[in-house]
């Protein structure tokens, strides 16, 4: 079964929502405000590819944060499949943050 272009973007929203519960332990911000998540792409029938980075290539959650990603995002309804890449292309900067990370870590 194909989900509906507005099936579709219901469930980006949750993953979204889910997305913003993943925390870099070192930063008071989520992953998605941080702007490690580059790209959410969701099939036609529920499959998830998510390409995020992390602010280090060394970074000491390096083996759990996309893990930990992979398994929130597995579990929005809907949701059949999670495919996660972990690129360092481009590499991230503090300019990638939303305006609220910025706020949150006194930047602005």
């Avoid at 989900?3 to 993953?15: C, K, R, V």
Wanted: proline share 6%; net charge negative.
């Amino acid at each position: 079964m194909a989900f509906t272009d507005e099936q579709i973007a219901e469930i980006g929203e949750n993953i979204i929502r889910v997305l913003k519960t993943v925390y870099d332990p070192e930063i008071p911000v989520d992953i998605y405000e941080l702007g490690l998540v580059y790209d959410v792409q969701i099939s036609d029938e529920g499959d998830v590819k998510v390409v995020m980075t992390l602010t280090t290539p060394n970074c000491p959650v390096a083996e759990t944060l996309p893990q930990e990603v992979k398994d929130k995002v597995s579990i929005v309804k809907d949701v059949r499949s999670v495919d996660l890449e972990l690129t360092f292309e481009p590499a991230w900067h503090k300019d990638m943050m939303s305006e609220e990370a910025r706020f949150e870590l006194g930047m602005l």
